[in-house]
Each structure stands twice: as structure tokens, then as C-alpha cells.
């Protein structure tokens, strides 16, 4: 059975920063990108960060490049997201999805209501506030 769990959530500061884990289990994890994203009180899901794991590929949405990292520890299997310089607009439920194909496509699909991504976990709360 393929799980993601993901883990590093809870509350942070203004300016703080969080680590966030996705630790994947029962995939061939070299197969696979695993992508960030975030979904905020009322609104739509929005997509982060891919890494694509064979190669280590990054994307990131234009507004998070600066003050996020995604990295990836083949290992143990587990995909990271810090998080630095964090605002209050950085809150919300962040969820990891794997998927089989690049990154470079990947990113292209993150607000396609359509697009049937291989696996998900079932999110982390991430809150930040004074």
C-alpha cells in the first residue's frame, strides 16, 4: 500500500520558518515526483513545489522560489519543504502528491481541476499568526 504522510505542520511565527515532511512508503520512490501544495481557509488548492526525484529537478510557483526549498532524502524515502520568512498568508493545510511524471509537466497541471494525480497524503496544518 502507497502512503504519504506528511508532518512538520503547527504554529509559527511571522518571519519564522517550519520544516515540512512527506514521507512516502510502498512506491519505487526514484519513480517519482512529489509536489507541495497548499490549500488556504476558502480558497482553491495551490500548487508550491515539485521535485522530480531521479533527477533532481525543482519547480517552484513564481511567488514561493525565494523562500521556500524543496529537497529530498532518497534514503529514507522522504521529501522536505522548508519554509523561511513565513506570513500569515502561508497558512493552510499543505498536502504532498507523488506522481510518475517530470516536473517540468507537473507544474503545468497544478490547478487542473482534471489532471488525476497518482497519490496524496492527508495534509498538515500549517498556521501563521502573532
Known amino acids: 500500500e502507497v502512503q504519504l504522510v506528511e508532518s512538520g505542520g503547527g504554529l509559527a511565527q511571522p518571519g519564522g520558518s517550519l520544516r515540512l515532511s512527506c514521507a512516502t512508503s510502498?512506491?519505487?520512490?526514484?519513480?517519482?515526483?512529489i509536489n507541495w501544495f497548499r490549500q488556504a481557509p476558502g480558497k482553491e488548492r495551490d500548487g508550491l513545489a515539485c521535485i522530480t526525484i531521479s533527477d533532481g529537478s525543482t519547480y517552484y510557483k513564481d511567488d514561493t522560489q525565494d523562500r521556500y526549498i524543496i529537497s529530498r532524502d532518497g534514503g529514507n524515502s522522504v521529501v522536505y519543504l522548508q519554509m523561511n520568512s513565513l506570513k500569515p498568508e502561508d497558512t493552510g493545510v499543505y498536502y504532498c502528491a507523488a506522481d510518475r511524471a517530470h516536473c517540468e509537466i507537473l507544474h503545468s497541471q497544478w490547478q487542473s481541476p482534471t489532471y488525476r494525480w497518482d497519490y496524496w497524503g492527508k495534509g498538515t496544518l500549517v498556521t501563521v499568526s502573532s
Open positions: 510502498g512506491l519505487r520512490f526514484d519513480d517519482y515526483s
